[in-house]
């Protein structure tokens, strides 16, 4: 027995968290991907089978009453608060992260316009913003000067897609800047700034109490994109002033595939969120059928359609694994996971073989080790047949995330180790 493998029995037996992970259907795989799709946790089966057999197969309409699916956008939202440093009544579910994404960027536009036309572009990131969304904040309208949007150049494609269209239909000019690059690119014509809190390729944790310091400086919005962040780290979205944020449920919150998203709006600016899909689940009077949208008061008016409910019911069940779990135990140990891999990679793997790209900084890591290799996708598809599983990104990149909730330190010794022996 190696040095090593002693070392991670050790630490095993002194996680705080280690008995989580009873509560997921676990095998002998050690599985590094839970940053695309997060384990089962063991209650959701049980807990989907009674949505679908009792609360549809027999209580049918009613469940959207006596069940509570009406309510579980933001009862679920709120559930989710905290792992993000939010207050109740500012997080809804539903539709998807590349839809929240959208309508987050074009709110934040209007917002930018509104606080312009109110003659308070700089105050836009404050408590103390004031104005309403009029026809400043019509889709093309730049009166208030801001004509431009910055979105992360690294970031995920989608978010970059989304921007562009974003970008088209406000009839701003997008402007791709690399985080560290948003401080300088920053302006009076600056509306609104889209960034990601990790990059998914690296797993590089950008400085968001500062960036969003210094949009809110310019009198922009900010809007985070959280989904390789949220349930692995805190991200303390009051505490910062974040004005929006978007993420996705099935990476770090378990939350199965196609899970449904989420979006945060804070709560002094909600009175002015003006989202680009109103739909009937965001007016004040959903069933009065009314032929003028009227929003809804407080985060509700980020729903759009009707909630996608077999989808989010098993999230709040998977949600349940999260009781009594401090997000700053799963940050410290999402350290600890990650420095003892890169400690064992740098033990077992040929010397020159592999190349981190993930920063050894604790304040600059995210939950994932992303190693450059020449040839990743093979190395990739011989680690999982050895019973290892991560992910490959072209064209070279091998990538691990560590979800504190179900792996452990063994778990981490034993993927360097058969990473060594495939590279040899």
């Known amino acids: 027995m190696s040095e090593l493998t002693t070392r991670a029995g050790a630490l095993d037996a002194a996680d705080e968290l280690a008995g989580v992970r009873k509560q997921f259907v676990l095998d002998e795989v050690v599985y590094l991907d839970g940053n695309s799709l997060g384990a089962l946790p063991a209650n959701v089966p049980g807990h989907v089978e009674d949505v679908v057999r009792r609360q549809w197969g027999e209580l049918r309409i009613r469940s959207w009453d006596e069940s509570g699916w009406w309510t579980a956008p933001e009862r ?96 701003r000019t997008l402007r791709p800047v690399t985080p560290a690059e948003v401080p300088g690119a920053l302006s009076d014509r600056t509306a609104a700034v889209l960034l990601n809190h990790v990059d998914y390729r690296t797993g590089r944790l950008h400085d968001l109490p500062s960036l969003t310091a210094a949009v809110h400086a310019a009198g922009a919005v900010a809007v985070w994109d959280l989904c390789h962040s949220a349930g692995a780290l805190p991200v303390g979205l009051d505490e910062h002033g974040v004005d929006l944020a978007v993420g996705c449920t099935y990476k770090y919150l378990n939350g199965g595939p196609g899970s449904p998203a989420y979006l945060y709006v804070r709560r002094e600016l909600q009175d002015r969120f003006d989202s680009p899909l109103p739909g009937w689940n965001s007016h004040a009077e959903p069933f009065g059928m009314r032929p003028a949208f009227e929003p809804a008061a407080g985060a509700l008016r980020g729903r759009v359609g009707t909630p996608d409910i077999l989808s989010m019911l098993a999230l709040e069940a998977a949600l349940e694994v999260w009781d009594g779990v401090r997000i700053e135990a799963v940050r410290a140990k999402s350290l600890a996971l990650t420095d003892f891999f890169l400690e064992c990679v740098a033990a077992y793997v040929p010397e020159g073989r592999v190349e981190s790209v993930t920063p050894v900084a604790h304040s600059e890591r995210g939950s994932q080790v992303a190693l450059r290799c020449d040839d990743a996708g093979d190395v990739m598809k011989r680690l999982i047949e050895r019973g290892v599983v991560g992910d490959f990104r072209h064209p070279d990149v091998l990538r691990f995330g560590f979800t504190p909730l179900y792996v452990g330190f063994a778990d981490v010794e034993r993927a360097a180790r058969v990473l060594g022996e495939v590279l040899r």
């Not at 559930?79 to 709110?107: E, M, W, Y």
């Not at 003659?119 to 730049?142: C, E, F, H, K, W």
Request: negative net charge.
């Open 76 to 171: 679920i939202g709120d559930r989710i608060a905290p792992l993000v440093g939010a207050a109740p009544g500012q997080i809804v579910v539903g539709d998807s992260t590349s839809v929240n994404v959208f309508k987050a960027l074009v709110a934040a536009v209007r917002l930018a316009d509104s606080a312009g036309a109110a003659g308070s572009a700089g105050s836009v990131g404050s408590a103390g913003a004031v104005g309403s969304v009029g026809s400043a904040g019509v889709a093309g309208s730049v009166g208030s000067g801001r004509d431009e949007i910055l979105v992360d150049a690294t970031t995920f494609p989608t978010d970059g897609y989304i921007a562009e269209s974003a970008a088209r239909m406000t009839g």
